[in-house]
């Protein structure tokens, strides 16, 4: 049995206890993770960490959606969110790459069709402050 911990997946104490894990609590290694630069094309502002799913096959753009329907995951080392048009990293959702290299395949996902998204207009988002002549 293979008993190294891949991403996104746990270990629980019964399988540590029985000896199925070779590794201890500290053990240190370092993880490749499939990542895609991407840009924010909906003129609402993303946050780091936030749930994404690609808009098309060109996997260039990509929304906001729940963790259902999740493609990856926004870079959640950035510092602060993320405006319209700027390019950043989304993390791939593990079963979506087939060959970790350094131009990987990715496995189409089937849970999800892509749809075309209305690029609306800058402004066009819910703004608590619009009007406001403050």
Sequence with gaps: MDARLKIGQT???????????????????AYHIAAILVHNA??????????VKFTHSDYDQVEIC???????????FIKEEIPAGHK?????????????????????????????I????PGDYYDECAGCNG
């Design 118 to 121: 209305e690029e609306a207009e």
């Design 88 to 116: 950043f990293l989304v993390f791939l959702e593990p079963e979506l790459v087939i060959d970790l290299t350094h131009h990987f395949t990715i496995n189409e996902p089937t849970s999800n069709i892509f749809i075309d």
């Design 11 to 29: 270990i629980g104490p019964e399988a540590e206890a029985e000896g199925n894990f070779g590794y201890a609590s500290g053990h240190r290694d």
């Design 42 to 51: 909906v003129y609402q502002p993303i946050q780091p960490g936030e749930n």
């Design 66 to 76: 729940e963790r259902e329907e999740r493609h990856a995951i926004v870079d959640p």
